[in-house]
Structures are given as structure tokens and as C-alpha cells.
């Protein structure tokens, strides 16, 4: 069975103080790794997508890496607009997803 | 501007009652999804479509049942036999949905209570 865990379930950070956001995965033939953003209230905003083990991706203050039992979202020197929940994903062979339940971000200023 | 619309925003159910949510794509994209969200969990498929007329169950379709009529539209019916409805619904869209390597993008969501 697919499996995603997050950790940690929820993070406070001060304004500048880097950090980072595990996704553990066992997904059967695992196609893709995807990285979203949700804001309360709202439907998750797609962020990345990694698909080999080495790879990453970077996106302003954010840095998605992949290895083959795990995925890190490294956040540089955050900025209170970076509070969100963000959600990771793995696509398996028979395309769908399977979620973590989330690390909760808050930065505060 | 291409994405994914959903309505109502909030909607509440009575005891006994079926509801309907809707979800519209502009996206030309084949496949459609629907997702359950309840606090501390993640994402759970409801429904799938990857074609017209056709539809799959996910995880936990029980109490749920939905139709794939048009290529742009996926509603979702929570029907009276749905014991704990209250959560947060989400309806995305991807390519094809046949590889895990598609992007599936999200509509705004609608939050069903109950009364």
C-alpha cells in the first residue's frame, strides 16, 4: 500500500531562519514527487514536481530535493508570506497520487 | 483565463438530504478528480474520470457518487448514505491522469457542512 508521511505536523519560524520539510514515501513504482502550497481555505497551489532521485528544484525562497526514500523542501530565510501548509505528493504507475497530511508553516516577522 | 472552478463555496446539507458540488474545467484536460479533506489528513480520492461517460472509484466512494457528462464538468452528489459529510471537498484536473508523472491542478474547494 502507498504510503506518504510529512514531518513535522506543524512549524513556527522566525523571519529569516531557514529550515526544512521532510516527505517520507513508499509509492509502487513511483513516477513523480510533487510539492503543493495551501493556504487556508483554498485548494493547494502546485509547486514543483520532482522525477528521479539527485534532482531539484528551486523556486525563490524555496528548494525541492528528492532521494529515493525521501523528498526535503528546504525554505531560505523565510518571509511571513511563506506561511502555509504544504503538501507533498508521489504519482505511482497507475497515475494516481498519494498525499501526506501536511507541515503546517508559520513565520513570524 | 484557463483553471478550475468550484460551487458553492459553502454549502450545507440537511439530515436525509443528497447535495450536488460542481467542479468546471477550462484546462481541455481529460482526466478529472475529486478529494476529501478533513483536518490532520491527507488528501483522500473520492472519484476519477479519465474520459467522457466513464468514471472510477477511489478510496472511499461510499456515500458518494458523481457523472462524467461533458468533458469540462465532474460534479459530485454526497448522497443521505454518507454518515459524516463534513469536510473539505476539492475537484482537480490533469492532462490524462494515465501517468504519476502529471501535475494535477485544484480548483478553490467548497466546504460542505452539516446542519
Known amino acids: 500500500e502507498d504510503q506518504v508521511t510529512q514531518s513535522p505536523e506543524a512549524l513556527r519560524l522566525q523571519e529569516g531562519e531557514s529550515s526544512s520539510l521532510n516527505c517520507s514515501y513508499t509509492?509502487?513504482?513511483?513516477?513523480?514527487l510533487f510539492w503543493y502550497r495551501q493556504d487556508p481555505g483554498k485548494g493547494p497551489e502546485f509547486l514543483f514536481t520532482?522525477?528521479?532521485a539527485g534532482e531539484e528544484k528551486e523556486k525563490e525562497r524555496l528548494k525541492a530535493t528528492l532521494t529515493k526514500k525521501e523528498s526535503f523542501l528546504h525554505i531560505t530565510a523565510p518571509k511571513p508570506e511563506d506561511s502555509a501548509t504544504y503538501l507533498c505528493?508521489?504519482?505511482?504507475?497507475?497515475?494516481?497520487?498519494?498525499f501526506g497530511a501536511g507541515t503546517q508553516v508559520v513565520v513570524t516577522p | 483565463d484557463g483553471g478550475i472552478t468550484q460551487s458553492p463555496k459553502y454549502l450545507f446539507r440537511k439530515e436525509g438530504q443528497n447535495v450536488t458540488l460542481s467542479c468546471e474545467q477550462n484546462?481541455?484536460?481529460?482526466?478529472m478528480y475529486w478529494y476529501r479533506q478533513d483536518p490532520g489528513q491527507g488528501l483522500r480520492l473520492i472519484y476519477y474520470?479519465?474520459?467522457?461517460?466513464?468514471?472510477q472509484k477511489g478510496d472511499i466512494a461510499e456515500g458518494y457518487s458523481v457523472s462524467r457528462e461533458k468533458k469540462e464538468s465532474f460534479p459530485l452528489t454526497v448522497t443521505s448514505a454518507q454518515k459524516n459529510p463534513t469536510a473539505f471537498y476539492l475537484c482537480?484536473?490533469?492532462?490524462?491522469?494515465?501517468?504519476?508523472?502529471?501535475?494535477?491542478?485544484f480548483g478553490p474547494g467548497t466546504r460542505l457542512l452539516v446542519l
Open positions: 482537480a484536473s490533469s492532462l490524462t491522469g494515465t501517468s504519476g508523472q502529471e501535475t494535477q491542478y
Open positions: 520532482l522525477y528521479s
Open positions: 474520470s479519465q474520459i467522457v461517460n466513464d468514471f
Open positions: 505528493a508521489g504519482g505511482n504507475s497507475w497515475g494516481k497520487l498519494q
Open positions: 509509492v509502487s513504482g513511483l513516477r513523480g
Open positions: 484546462l481541455n484536460h481529460d482526466a
